[in-house]
Structure formats: structure tokens, C-alpha cells
């Protein structure tokens, strides 16, 4: 291929002609969108006329070389501000593969520059907390409360955006009272029954589907039935979490054959039913999730399974990431990359390129994988709009995510669109 030359630059953008490579001292590496003045280059005086040729010259090699259009633009600034410029955007960019989503909190939507970034960017949208059983259920059950995720629930309805219904099963994120009898909070509170607890747990999927499919009809088009139920190594036989697990120490293991069972019930037809974990690529892990999503499939209670994919700059290879993905979409069922970062903890501008190779390499797999037909992903979820919000910045060094605190693009956002100017490798 030709080298290109670098033509002009153009908010952050470098033109890359047709020609030689000319990198002038101006160059196109700097970040933050300074425009790069590119000086005319200085022209020799003519002193005397040049000899008028008699006949038309043929073009020599050098003038056959000449730019005429620009060819390629390749990107050499990644921190745009979202306020300034116009970006892509990342659903329309990946439409004819997966809708592409994002976990927020009720107040990422009380901030209208991100309410307008989102609706840009996202066409699939998650609860980060706010329809979890710990947001949902007071002391005063059965009435369950919606107040945290109806703000959430209208503007998915008023903007067309589809929600994933985050998460009805998990042993996280559920008051201790709602297994005890009488749902008392005291230290000495006893278990209920096997049977009561299957009866709550129907009530509960009941009362959350009925009231979403009704009061927002057509919004939610997937729920996470079970979530984080394997845990390898807690000593049940298929891999199941035992030890933080009141819904396995009170129903017992087919707690999630009942969970997907009454979700199934309840559900609208349309709506698809998942099975969410994290370190789905741990062997181990993706084994039992694969047992596991087969004999829920053969019930018929399943559509898809969620791989979390809270990784690490170098955890998990992506080999790993490929083979989980490969074997659950083998399973036939769908899957969800639901809750998407990186957990960078350096924001040197070296770090930044690197995780956005991170993205890179990861969006490019999930494109090469579909495109032959070895991976069945529907939807990818960024578990978080900005570093600054992301559930992992406890310590306030982490840089996960695809935007900053300023709402600049960062080299991830890049990465994730597959831009050229992000390097594979
Ligand atoms: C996280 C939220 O983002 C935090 O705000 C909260 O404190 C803990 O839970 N797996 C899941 C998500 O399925 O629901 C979790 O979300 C992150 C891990």
C-alpha cells in the first residue's frame, strides 16, 4: 500500500492523502484538539522563465503521484469534548450487529449534557442499582415501591430506548428479611420454609413484571432472571454459590430452575430471559454456567446469557473472553455482554492508548466472531457513562469507561468504534 501523506488536520482528524509520508515538525500527535498549523512550504524564487517545452510533457512518475482527493482520515485526537463536537455514535456504528447500552444511576439523568450524550450514543439502557431487590422492597411487603427506577423506566418510554431489567435473583443487593419469617430484622430471625420462600419469590417476579410490562409497556425487552448464582468451589456439585446464598440455603440448588420458571410465567412473550455472571471466562465457571444454561434451556425458561465482563488490562486473555464466548453461543441461546469496563487505574496518556487497544481488540473479536457466525451477541453494555461515576472509583484512580469527568471521548471510545487511529497492537 502507498504511504500516505498527512494532508491537513481538521479537529483532531489527520487527512491522509495519497503520496509520501511527510511528517513536518507541526506533526499530528497532539492531544486536546490544539489545531496543528501546517506552514505553505517555502517555494524557491524563479529568476528566470523556465524553458516553455515545445510539446506536452508526459507526466513523469512523481506528478502521476500527486494528491488529487483525500483518501483516508485517520484520528490522531481522542479527547474531544462531547459539549463542542459531534461524535459517532457507538449504536448507530454497531447497528447491524448489537444494540449497544449503558448503566446508569437515577442521577446520571437529573444532568441534561449527559441526558443528551446518552440519547446520542445509546440505544439499550440498565439500572445500575435502581430495580435491584434492595431498591425495590420495604418492610412493608408484599407492596413493592418503584419509586427508583420510574424516572428511569419513563425516559427509556419517552426516548425509545430499550431497557434491560437488571436483576430479579441474586444474593446480593436483597435485605436478609425478606427470608425470614415474619420478614423480621432481628438477630434471631429464623428462615421460612423452602415453600414460603418459593412463594415470595413468585410474588416478588410477578409483582416487578407486572407493574414494568404494564405501567411501561414494550420498554424492557430482557431481564437478568438470575444473577451470580456459580460460584465453583463452594462445595455444591454443579458449581453453584453456596456460602453468601440465602436463596440456595433456603430454596436449595433449583432455586434458578424455579427463578426462570415464574420469570417464563410472567413474562411478555417478547421478552427475552437471561442468566448474568461475572468470570464467565474462568473455566471452571463457564463450564457450570454451560450446564447450567442447557438444563434451563431444555425447560424452555431461557433466551441468553449475560457475561459481565468487568475485566483487567491483561485479565482475562482474550483468548479466554473467546472461547466463553464461542461456548455459550454454542448453547443457541443469545448473549448479553451486560456490564462492560476496564479497570484501568492510570491516566497517563499511555495507559489511556492502552486500554483503548483494550477496546479495540475486544470489539474486534466480537465483529470477527459474528461475522463468522461463531458468536450470537446481541446486546454490549458499558456498565457506566463516565470514570468519575464508575462503581469501581471507590478510591477515585479509576479509568474504566469510554468518557471522562469532562465528557471528552477517551482513546476507549475509540477503541470501541474501531477507529483506525487506534492501533490494534
Ligand atoms: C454494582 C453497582 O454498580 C454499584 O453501584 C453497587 O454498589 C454494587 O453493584 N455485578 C452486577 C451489578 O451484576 O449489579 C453490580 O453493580 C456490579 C457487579
Not at 483525500?70 to 455514535?89: A, G, H, M, Q, W
Amino acid at each position: 500500500m502507498q504511504p500516505g501523506r498527512l494532508g491537513w488536520k481538521k479537529n483532531g482528524v489527520c487527512v491522509l492523502l495519497a503520496g509520501i509520508l511527510v511528517l513536518g515538525a507541526a506533526g499530528c500527535g497532539e492531544k486536546n484538539g490544539d489545531e496543528t498549523k501546517i506552514t505553505p512550504s517555502v517555494q524557491p524564487e524563479i529568476t528566470e522563465p523556465a524553458p516553455q517545452p515545445t510539446e506536452p510533457a508526459e507526466p513523469t512518475r512523481a506528478a502521476a503521484a500527486e494528491p488529487t482527493e483525500p483518501v483516508k482520515e485517520v484520528r490522531t485526537n481522542f479527547y474531544v469534548s462531547t459539549l463542542d463536537e459531534e461524535i459517532p455514535s457507538l449504536s448507530e456504528a454497531w447497528k447491524d450487529y448489537f444494540s449497544v447500552g449503558i448503566a446508569l444511576t437515577a442521577n446520571d439523568l437529573r444532568n441534561e449534557l449527559k441526558e443528551e450524550l446518552i440519547l446520542q450514543q445509546f440505544n439499550s439502557m440498565t439500572c445500575g442499582n435502581e430495580m435491584k431487590a434492595d431498591a425495590l422492597l420495604d418492610r412493608n411487603c408484599p407492596v413493592l415501591s418503584f419509586k427508583s427506577c420510574d424516572g428511569m423506566l419513563q425516559f427509556c418510554m419517552e426516548h425509545g430506548i430499550k431497557m434491560r431489567g437488571h436483576t430479579l435473583v441474586w444474593h446480593s443487593q436483597v435485605p436478609e428479611w425478606f427470608f425470614m419469617e415474619g420478614y423480621s430484622n432481628q438477630k434471631d430471625a429464623v428462615f421460612v420454609s423452602r415453600e414460603v420462600m418459593l412463594e415470595r419469590m413468585e410474588n416478588y417476579i410477578r409483582q416487578v413484571m407486572e407493574y414494568v410490562n404494564t405501567t411501561y409497556p414494550g420498554v424492557v425487552y430482557a431481564w437478568d432472571v438470575v444473577n451470580e448464582a456459580i460460584a465453583p468451589g463452594d462445595g455444591d456439585p454443579d458449581g453453584m454459590r453456596v456460602e453468601d446464598s440465602l436463596w440456595y440455603q433456603v430454596i436449595g440448588a433449583d432455586f434458578v430452575d424455579k427463578a426462570f420458571e415464574y420469570a417464563r410465567k410472567y413474562a411478555d412473550p417478547e421478552q427475552k430471559l437471561f442468566y448474568n455472571d461475572f468470570n464467565t471466562y474462568e473455566p471452571a465457571k463457564r463450564l457450570a454456567i454451560v450446564k447450567l444454561a442447557n438444563r434451563i434451556k431444555e425447560q424452555g425458561n431461557i433466551d441468553g446469557i449475560g457475561m459481565q465482563s468487568h475485566i483487567g488490562m491483561s485479565y482475562p486473555s482474550l483468548d479466554d473472553f473467546e472461547t466463553a464466548l464461542c461456548k455459550f453461543s454454542e448453547t443457541g441461546l443469545e448473549v448479553h455482554i451486560t456490564e462492560l469496563d476496564i479497570n484501568l487505574d492510570s491516566n497517563t496518556e499511555e495507559d489511556l492508548m492502552k486500554e483503548g487497544k483494550r477496546y479495540k481488540r475486544l470489539f474486534f473479536l466480537l465483529k470477527n466472531l459474528m461475522d463468522n457466525n461463531k458468536a450470537n451477541v446481541t446486546n454490549v453494555t458499558l456498565w457506566g457513562l463516565t470514570d468519575d461515576g464508575s462503581w469501581l472509583n471507590k478510591d477515585g484512580k479509576r479509568y474504566p469507561l469510554l468518557f471522562n469527568q469532562l465528557l471528552e471521548t477517551k482513546p476507549a471510545f475509540w477503541g470501541a468504534l474501531l477507529d483506525d487511529g487506534i492501533p490494534l497492537y
